[in-house]
């Protein structure tokens, strides 16, 4: 289009005379265009007719909300841009007048594009001889804010905000289609809630619960008009600041402005330009450091909730994918942490050890038959602030790292990579259990002398007899003729060396891994070979690293009568739009579970370790003594369990479990594994399970095991 043709533009012709503007035939009208980048009247009508007639709406990024598992007391939130869709019904009057004022007072009368506002920003930026004034209406800068959004590459992105003719002339055709097929109020409520109003708040709900800690609905004229001065220029009408006058000034503007346009009275605006910004600020949590303070213990559940998020391929091809989708994508996601549960397990496991202790204590419940975590607590607090902790344990480390204690990050309980803590006897489980799977009754026999001369060949050590590895019993009362009842429950290493090499110790291995126990260390994984397993006599006195998370799930797997499901935190995961996820055919926040042990063997195993507690077995003797007698006096009700210590006390474990409930508690040093907790701490993990449990099934009914058929009792 020449400049003859665009002359019959009337009063604008003497402008375009002059060489200063081009124009462009749009939807029938003649609007001005700054040639901002200098190009040809003709180039920029080409551009415009290859510009596409719809604009693709990509979802903002919006804020991921996590929930405790009665789905109303929230743990943390993940965000990149803070933003929360809200209906423009859930909106205060005031807003909408408000942005309208601030931005495009013309906005229900034009088309997406506004001839009149280009050619007074045109003048204005022509006397002031540079850009002092813009022309983008409120519907033009909904598709900027749209095509920035939806950007997939850099160049996508800058492409969408760059100061070019191309960049306007596109948002301009966009407007103008996207008006066609939009209403008015649905234009105003997409801006509303993609617009950026500082302190990373994107958004009208986000803003109004950064700056006045309220929803958009409550908002008053003044937080409003407040408000939407800031879209202008969040930097320098933040007033957040200490010096209010920019922002009051800006606020001062959109009334006056909401006043010419008839949308309040003289009153109103009077009244509301006197009035202070009484801001009320709020800093919304955003991942796992910023839960709240009085509960700084859910940290170390929502780092296991972010670790898992990042393993699962629901929710995308990698794990930095599925981190970006979880701070973008707008889930609500109620967790299956119980806060009574946890406040519980805390509350224990600091009676016992504080957080000042170099030694971690902690704790972790599971519910049979869902796999669900209901708590996870450990004497430290979750934080990123290490510059007050104590001397490392590591004497040969003191003068290069601090201690993790009491503040740490560090994932004690399970779900990083820590390959966590030499379990001790509670591994005797996975040699019965693998006994018991091949076809061994309970009532098999050995007589456990004190020490035994193993077949298995190990290094030279105080447990080596020759070239073979001879373990022995920690006291002497508990030589002589045991069973798979006594010799459990009072945890006869000289029994339990020989249900190992009769039933195989790899056996024993694969038991462990088809309950769910990984291999983390060098040494553990090269020892669980099939070419090493069977020679790993030591295996079943817990030699080798577990999580409390694995324990508590093992124990859990007997509560469920064999049936194996997956650790898992949540309980609910639904999309940005209210639906429950779902991936190839089922709800990601599912159980899942399979059988794992024949419902016969676990109802064995369970028998055998109900005389570690002092509950005693319901199909066999357990020997006169127990373990942990504590447990059974403590909860008074149906409970079996394992208790563990390794060499020299390194570590002290108590794994138990009720049919409703299981835990599994531990006493180490993270920081150095050969650092002894001594015998003084050997009881406190059966304690704190026991509590624990105690506690959390108050007011239930007292569920009864169900004892093994007789088949898994007595030998033919």
């Not at 010096?243 to 606020?251: I, P």
């Not at 599925?322 to 224990?348: C, F, W």
């Not at 769910?516 to 020892?527: F, Q, Y």
């Amino acid at each position: 289009m020449t400049k003859t043709g665009l002359a019959k533009a009337g009063r604008l012709a003497p402008l375009i005379r002059a060489g200063l503007i081009a124009g462009l035939a749009i939807a029938g009208l003649i609007f001005p265009l700054v040639a901002l980048a200098g190009v040809q009247a003709k180039n920029g009508a080409d551009a415009l007719q290859s510009m596409p007639e719809q604009l693709t709406v990509v979802p903002s990024a919006q804020t991921t909300y996590v929930y405790a598992n009665d789905g109303k007391t929230l743990l943390t939130m993940f965000y990149e841009e803070h933003r929360k869709p809200t209906k423009i019904e859930d909106m205060s009057p005031y807003v909408l007048k408000a942005i309208v004022a601030s931005e495009d007072t013309r906005f229900y009368e034009h088309n997406g594009v506004d001839p009149k506002g280009v050619a007074r920003a045109f003048v204005a930026n022509q006397q002031a001889g540079g850009v002092s004034q813009g022309a983008s209406t409120l519907t033009m800068q909904y598709v900027r804010m749209a095509l920035r959004d939806g950007a997939k590459t850099p160049k996508e992105a800058l492409e969408a905000t760059e100061q070019t003719t191309a960049r306007k002339l596109r948002e301009m055709r966009l407007a103008i289609e996207l008006e066609k097929r939009v209403s008015k109020e649905e234009i105003l409520q997409r801006y509303l809630n993609s617009a950026y109003f500082g302190h990373r708040a994107y958004g009208i709900f986000a803003a109004s619960e950064v700056f006045f800690s309220k929803t958009p609905k409550d908002l008053t004229l003044t937080e409003a008009a407040t408000l939407a001065g800031l879209v202008k220029a969040p930097s320098a009408y933040d007033p957040a600041v200490n010096d209010q006058t920019a922002a009051t000034e800006r606020r001062n503007y959109v009334i006056d402005q909401m006043l010419k346009m008839g949308t309040i009275t003289d009153a109103q605006a009077r009244s509301a330009k006197k009035s202070r910004i009484k801001l009320k600020l709020t800093s919304p949590p955003n991942d796992c450091v910023s839960v709240p303070k009085k509960h700084n213990d859910w940290g170390f559940f929502c780092d296991y909730l972010r670790n898992w998020w990042m393993e699962q391929p629901a929710f995308g091809a990698n794990a930095q994918e599925r981190l970006e989708n979880l701070r973008r994508g707008g889930y609500k996601i109620v967790t299956s942490i119980d806060p009574k549960i946890q406040s519980s397990a805390m509350k224990h496991v600091l009676d016992k050890e504080k957080r000042k202790s170099v030694y971690a204590h902690g704790e972790v419940v599971i519910e049979p038959g869902t796999g669900r975590i209901k708590a996870m607590a450990v004497n430290r607090r979750y934080s990123l602030d290490q510059k007050n902790n104590g001397e490392h344990s590591d004497r040969r480390l003191r003068d290069q790292v601090r201690g993790n204690y009491p503040n740490t990050v560090n994932p004690l309980l399970g779900g990083g990579d820590m390959a966590g803590y030499q379990a001790g006897s509670t591994f005797k489980i996975f040699t019965m259990l693998a006994a018991l799977d091949e076809g061994m009754p309970l009532d098999t026999a050995f007589n456990s002398p004190q020490r035994y001369v193993t077949k298995y060949i190990t290094a030279p050590g105080p447990a080596t007899c020759g070239i073979h590895w001879c373990p022995k019993n920690s006291s002497a009362s508990m030589s002589g003729r045991q069973t798979m009842w006594s010799g459990f429950g009072k945890s006869v290493n000289t029994y339990f060396v020989q249900l190992e090499q009769k039933v195989g110790a790899e056996k024993a291995v694969r038991m462990a891994e088809r309950l769910g126990l990984k291999w983390r260390t060098e040494i553990d994984k090269m020892l669980a070979t099939p070419e090493h397993a069977n020679g790993w006599g030591a295996f079943t006195l817990g030699v080798s690293d577990a999580t409390p998370i694995e324990m508590a799930n093992v124990f859990a797997t007997l509560a469920a009568e064999g049936k194996y499901c997956e650790p898992i935190p949540v309980r609910l995961i639904n999309t940005r739009d209210g639906a429950s996820l779902e991936y190839k055919g089922k709800k990601v926040a599912g159980p899942r579970c399979h059988q794992a042990l024949r419902p016969e063997v676990a109802q064995a195993a369970t028998d055998a370790a109900r005389c570690v507690t002092g509950y005693g077995a319901a199909k066999g003797e357990c020997g006169g003594w127990s373990t942990s007698p504590m447990v059974h006096a403590t909860l008074r009700r149906p409970v079996a369990g394992k208790s563990g210590t390794t060499d020299s006390n390194r570590s002290a474990w108590f794994c138990g479990f009720t049919p409703q409930l299981a835990a599994a508690a531990f006493v180490a040093d993270p920081d150095n594994p050969d650092n002894t907790v001594g015998t003084s701490r050997g009881t406190i993990s059966k304690f704190t399970v026991a509590e624990t449990l105690k506690d959390a099934l108050k007011g239930l009914p007292k569920a009864k095991f169900t004892p093994p058929p007789d088949s898994m009792v007595h030998g033919d």
